[in-house]
């Protein structure tokens, strides 16, 4: 084994569909053909947004595609002490101030506009807490390329605890990534202009940065992202090779050749012919 440690993260709002699948083929490709490990993590940590029984059920239709983790699953809604933990430090370095603004108060503003940042205006009280954002943040990202960003004119301080008390995703993903010593991360694109929050964070909590590989997202037809949330049809794990060729196909790879009847040996013939210079930063065809 190398030290190579990747990770495929989903949120249990749904049943696998094909986006998730292309980034967990994604992911785990890159860490068999780095002979590292593979972890999954089961982002619960939303539980208005999730529905009873879809992490396991994503856990079993992993398996069907032949993924399985390489270490027990970890799930968010277990980790709240290192949420907290990690908040206390940016709380005592400065980095954090109440925010009392409720959404509708910030309407119209793509970026934070500092309104609570000095102090909290009379008659407001704390809903969120934000980071103060400073500098620029750069990165080189393996398939998007050179990504810079100043999040003071991109998002301004943002939200890394909620109204509702909940861990704010930015900041959980943070914590997470480098508890399970994660060095590269591979995921669709939709997260790209998450990342540099995540970096900026990393900063501020002196961790290591990570390495990144962001994938080309998958449409509808009607040039939608699919996601749960846009209701895109499940794979079918009873009838996994179709979607899992596609998958592989969408992410720009040669597919193996002769007679596959399992997934076992679709993953044996499949994975030397393996390319990350092959995925194409965009994706015009539909799946
Ligand atoms: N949980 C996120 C999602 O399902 C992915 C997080 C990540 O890969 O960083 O969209």
Redesign the pocket.
Known sequence: MSDYRGRF???PTGRLHFGSLVAAVASFARARTCSGAWLVRI?DLDPPRERPGAAQAMIQDLAHFGMHSDEPVLYQSGRDSAYREALNRLRDQGDLFPCGCARKDLKGHRVYPGTCEGGLPPGRSERSLRVRVRGTVSFTDAVQGPVTEVLADTTGAFIVRRADGLTAYQLA?VVDDHFQEITE?V?GSD?LDSTCRQIYLQTLLDLPRLDYVHLPIATGPGGEKLSKQTNAQPVDPQNPLPALVNAWRFLGQRAPTGTIATVDQFWARALPLWRLENIPRVREMQP
């Open positions: 993260a989903p949120s982002e993903v991360v995921r997260l």
